[in-house]
């Protein structure tokens, strides 16, 4: 299923967060949920100075669409400040980054009112650490569909916005090339007679980049552009098994690999959580396959300090009939050292893993705690 139709049919949610807590919030560790009385999700997050900063979606905060939404809480789990931002109709929250002057950008996707319906297009804000607006700009073309997921700042202080673009019949790869203030410098298409899905990405050691996405020609895989600072491309290469693959995240590894984490079909025809990892220039180091018997499915893979690779996501192998947030830990070539799934018993799932010097916290989405019923954004932090 297109990761775009997925934003549109939890935008379907909305229409059908105060700060609650499970555990003391005295305590280390401890496990949370924000948001008010209506749907709160998280979709990707950053540590800074002793903060989490979390980027995702809320209809409480902003009921007539649901905003995209930045959510910052201290070490101990307690909540800084929630503040949304976007237009009037619909705004989803996909991507968060720190900037090298110290504030924030956040990415997402907003429809704008046009004389003949609505307009979809790519929102960036920038915001400093108290959530206030420096600038906010839109992206996009009326006679397209825009979005975007894949968010970073180059060495020179440049924006890179990774997306999809519809050339008629087919998505392809969109890369969007912005100066610090935002303005448009350059952008490419990469055209391929494939439906191509740009998700995420990364950046090398020698300032290329690689662009995660999702390639369906037959089958879906994992599909990977290495481009230069230009958005020349210097190689592509798919990933996966001749079945089904959803890739979500690449995260760069101290000796410079990257690790590719998602969900396949080719072992499970009910999904197992997948990771690859590859090296600069795109040759597999390993790739493993997790889970148990229902469905199970990868949002985020980061190395820890350890050497230890942490897998966060979803699963349906270990909960009670119904969809859990999933851990898993691995040593440094993949093997499984312990997995867990955490939530109750309605739906629940981790959609990205940060470190920080004494512990790691896992972020995502819960209706299990919710007093409401609606999902809430759910943050577990648990010490190294």
């Not at 909305?14 to 999700?41: I, R």
């Not at 369906?216 to 958005?231: A, H, N, P, R, S």
């Not at 890739?247 to 984490?261: N, P, V």
């Not at 007093?371 to 010490?383: A, F, P, T």
Request: with cysteine.
């Amino acid at each position: 299923m297109s990761r775009y139709f997925v934003l549109i049919t939890i935008y379907s949610m909305l229409s059908m967060a105060c700060n609650k807590t499970k555990t003391a919030s005295t305590e280390l560790p401890f496990e949370k949920t924000y948001g008010g009385n209506l749907v709160d999700y998280a979709s990707e997050a950053i540590y800074s100075d002793g903060y989490i900063y979390m980027v995702g979606t809320s209809k409480s905060l902003q009921s007539s669409s649901g905003g995209l939404a930045l959510t910052k809480i201290d070490a101990l789990g307690n909540l800084v400040f929630e503040k949304s931002y976007g237009g009037t109709i619909l705004d989803f929250g996909t991507n968060i980054v720190k900037t090298s002057d110290g504030n924030l950008l956040l990415l997402g996707i907003t429809s704008l009112p046009t004389n003949s319906g609505t307009q979809v297009d790519i929102l960036i804000v920038k915001v400093d650490v108290d959530g206030n607006t420096i600038w906010s700009r839109t992206y996009g073309d009326a006679t397209q569909f825009d979005v975007a997921e894949g968010l970073i700042e180059t060495s020179n202080g440049d924006i890179l916005v990774l997306g999809s673009a519809h050339n008629g019949s087919t998505n392809d790869f969109r890369l969007t090339c912005l100066n610090s203030q935002g303005d448009w410098k350059w952008e490419k298409i990469y055209t391929s007679p494939y439906n191509d899905e740009g998700i995420n990405i990364a950046k090398t050691e020698q300032d290329e980049y690689l662009l995660l996405g999702r390639r369906k020609d037959g089958d879906d895989d994992f599909y990977l552009l290495k481009v230069d600072e230009q958005g020349n491309v210097l190689w592509e290469q798919s990933y996966g098994t001749p079945q089904y693959e959803q890739a979500h995240s690449i995260r760069k590894t101290l000796d410079g690999h990257f690790l590719l984490c998602g969900h396949s079909s080719g072992i499970d025809p009910l999904h197992n959580l997948y990771v690859a990892k590859i090296s600069t220039d795109g040759i597999v180091v390993f790739e493993e396959h997790y889970g148990g018997v229902a469905h199970d499915g990868g949002t985020s893979a980061i190395e820890l300090s350890n050497g230890n690779l942490l897998l966060a996501g979803e699963t349906d192998s270990y909960g009670n009939g119904s969809k859990r947030a999933f851990l898993l830990e691995t040593s440094a070539d993949g093997t499984l050292i312990q997995e867990q799934s955490f939530g109750g018993d309605l739906s629940d799932k981790f959609s990205t893993v940060i470190e920080t010097e004494k512990a790691y916290y896992l972020i995502g989405e819960s209706a299990s705690f919710s007093e409401s019923g609606d999902i809430d954004m759910y943050v577990v932090k648990r010490l190294k």
